[in-house]
């Protein structure tokens, strides 16, 4: 068996179906899940039913599965061959659709990696200081209580408003007391793009995610990870940006991207 993200708690319910308790340390402070949550019980669940390494996941968010909700989730092998694998997730509360997932695997040998860029160069995690809470209420009994994330470079949050930005934008993150490398860790942490789009407007805008989509390239556990943050573009309040999710020797561990409504109305900053 893989190995499992033990934050989730996800629980195996037979016929590749699985179970995910929506608690608060896995939905926003704003009361519904966090995306990073579902991308993560659907990288897990899909790895538990093929048993294959996860190399790719796209999801797409329908519902916003409020706390101490139930997340049902159906794993589908949608295609199976000798060393590659497609799965469908399907994730419903009451029997609602809330997000779905389409993920590939492979078995394939890992000894022919690559690497073709390099990590920018940026102070090392205890000499970053600690990211500036993005909105005044209690974060404590959310996702935010459990990572620890460090600005690199770039202004990011409060302190970019009214100053875009254009140059590197970097932090430093971790899942307290968990390893990130897995898929479902990698997708759990990347579910930040929007705080780049905002950083690149010089505003502190919300958002709800229309889809995200991570690349696992290594999947060797580590404790700090880097997020190089890149805001693309912005039209009819829909945001897009990438990132790029080092390990903490410079290795490319994962390529992500999103695409989210930019909203004000429930993340104001007073």
Known sequence: ????????????????????????DLATPFGFLYGGSGIAASAEAAEQTTDRPLQWITTQFIGSPPPDSTVDLQVAVVAGGRATTQTQVSATVDGELMFTSL???????SGDGAQFI?????PRPDDCPPMTPPFDIDLSRSFFGTLDRRIAAGRIGPAAIDSPQRGLMAIWCRVRDHATGSPASQGFIADIIPLAIGAALGALPGATSLDNTLRVIDAEPTDWVLLELVAEGYHRSIGHGSLRIWGEDGRLKGIAQQSAIIRTSHHART
């Open 1 to 24: 068996m893989l190995p499992t993200f033990d934050l989730l708690d996800l629980r195996p319910q037979g016929d590749d179906r699985y179970r995910l308790q929506v608690r608060p």
């Open 103 to 109: 993920c590939a695997h492979t078995v394939r040998p």
């Open 118 to 122: 390099e990590m920018p160069t940026v």
